[in-house]
């Protein structure tokens, strides 16, 4: 089995963005807020959405099921206010929700959390609880920059964080570490605030000592953790300048690293340095990179031919698209035991 647990709702339907820009536009001029009602998007439109692009894609490179959760650029959480990002968070998850309803065996629902800057952390949580107990979420993303690119909010190890960790503790759910729209010019959304992000939230996971307060805790970094795999020597050392444990006893019982490396080189280098245990498999299909590599003849984000011509040992294979998945998501892993799977 394969598991991708990097999937965003990319393809939703136009009414959704409409949806979206009249809530926006109300900012300036509140009479004019729409009601969540007014969003009418149809089963069959939902399946005209996902049945020629990700099922298709999925069925294509032989994956089986996808971990899916709403558009990361379209969270955008510097807009508006909590309220604002509350309301957005509910109508985006509820969709996912239903693509995993009507599709129970190829897609698991993760959850947008209602992030705004300034706000608490602790506001997220009758969200995330929503999405746990009705909606059968099995992770959830989480913003480490609320502001759209200007880092205001405090570091990931920050005890304002601690409400929502105690939460995500008790459920037993993990969180991918994932930003949303860049409002900076100087950072590209995809190609620069994407990966940034990854390695800042690694480094500041170094710098602190979450884990020892949330021993159980589990975080997912994507898009092959940025630059920590390249530079996994300068990480191990600024741990040692800091008095830190080695990372792989300070933050690899709790960190994890997904797939979405879009070339050979680099997937081999995140498989050669990372340990197999701490990598999941992942492709973000109709992601930021959406074309074909004219030196291969396929897509940039078919991640499954990456791993497979990487050179691992049979169980490892297995481990990476199936087995460190049911480890890291255990409520992922009750479904799929419960489907008989």
């Known amino acids: 089995m394969i598991i991708d647990c990097h ?3 990319t393809t939703a339907p136009p009414a959704l963005a409409t949806w979206r820009d009249r809530q926006i536009a109300a900012l300036t001029d509140p009479s004019a807020i729409p009601a969540r009602a007014d969003l009418r998007i149809s089963d069959d439109e939902l399946r005209e959405t996902i049945e020629p692009n990700q099922l298709r894609l999925m069925d294509e490179r032989g994956i089986d099921l996808t971990v899916f959760s709403p558009r990361a650029s379209f969270m955008a959480h510097h807009i508006g206010d909590f309220q604002t990002s509350s309301t957005w968070a509910a109508i985006c998850n509820e969709l996912c929700h239903r693509i995993s309803q009507l599709y129970p065996k190829r897609f698991a629902p993760a959850a947008m959390l209602p992030q705004s800057p300034g706000a608490d952390p602790a506001t997220c949580i009758p969200e995330l609880t929503r999405c746990v107990e009705d909606f059968g979420a099995v992770a959830l993303n989480l913003n480490p920059d609320p502001s759209g690119g200007h880092w205001t909010a405090p570091p990931l190890t920050d005890r304002s964080w601690y409400p929502l960790y105690e939460k995500m503790a008790e459920y037993d759910i993990p969180a991918m570490i994932h930003v949303s729209t860049s409002v900076n ?3 590209h959304t995809t190609g ?3 990966l940034n992000a990854d390695t800042t939230a690694f480094m500041q996971l170094v710098q602190g000592d979450l884990f020892t307060d949330f021993p159980t805790l589990r975080l997912v970094i994507p898009h092959g953790g940025g630059a920590v795999p390249y530079h996994w020597g300068r990480f191990r050392g ?4 800091l008095g830190k444990p080695p990372l792989e006893q300070h933050v690899l019982d709790n960190v994890y690293f997904d797939t979405c490396v879009y070339h050979q ?7 050669e340095v990372i340990p ?4 999941l498999f992942a492709s973000e299909m109709i992601g930021a990179v959406r074309d074909i590599d004219p030196c291969t003849g396929h897509h940039f984000d078919d991640t499954r031919r990456y791993a497979e011509a990487a050179g691992l040992p049979a169980h490892d294979l297995a481990a ?3 087995h460190n998945a049911r480890t890291v998501y255990p409520r ?3 479904l799929l035991k419960r489907q008989g799977r």
Do not use: C, K, W
């Open 192 to 194: 620069a605030h994407y």
């Open 238 to 241: 600024l741990a040692m300048a």
């Open 332 to 334: 992922l892993d009750t």
């Open 276 to 279: 197999t245990r701490n990598i």
């Open 185 to 187: 010019p100087a950072f």
């Open 7 to 9: 999937g965003h709702y």
């Open 320 to 322: 990476v698209q199936e």
């Open 265 to 271: 080189p680099g997937s081999d280098l995140l498989y």
